[in-house]
């Protein structure tokens, strides 16, 4: 999936802060149209023609943080939770930088396994709950199904980084 232009940003979250500089303050319909533009998103394009969004963006961020943790269910739709393998760990590190090999067979009830770039190293799923339970499956896997050492980090923006190591 392509970044996010942050210049897609820009007219929401000003739109935002006018209606007041907390969160408790915004509409939800306002707040309905910026978890659209933020939906399955990953990453946000920042530089460049981009620069002006992303500062709007920024002057609402800390209290959109606090929206989504007060709102779980507003945040599992825009919080994507990450998995990154580190080829530069494990045997025969720091020699052999190659992805590993993910497993080939994800339990059905999980999310689907979507690939983050080209590196084959990171892995995206929707957040909340089934997005974090799959993310730590899938570090057990990867870790089982590569060769010893390899770390694994699942990030997620409501909570600190876990390290499987």
Known sequence: ??????????????????EGPRW???????VDELV???????VIAASGANADGLAAFE??????????TARPEIAQKVDPVYVQADPATGAGAPGALKPP???LNMPASMPPLRPLGAS???WVFPGGA???QAASYLAGALRASNPPGLVVRVFSTQTPV????
């Open 120 to 122: 084959g190293c990171m």
């Open 24 to 30: 408790q303050n915004w509409r939800p319909e306002t």
């Open 130 to 132: 089934a997005g974090r």
């Open 36 to 42: 659209a533009i933020l939906a399955g998103r990953v």
């Open 101 to 103: 090999a993910p497993p």
């Open 162 to 165: 876990d390290e499987f190591a």
């Open 59 to 68: 002057e609402i961020r800390d209290e959109l943080e606090a929206l989504l």
């Open 1 to 18: 999936m392509e970044p996010l232009p942050a210049a897609a940003l820009g007219p929401i979250s000003r739109k935002l802060y006018s």
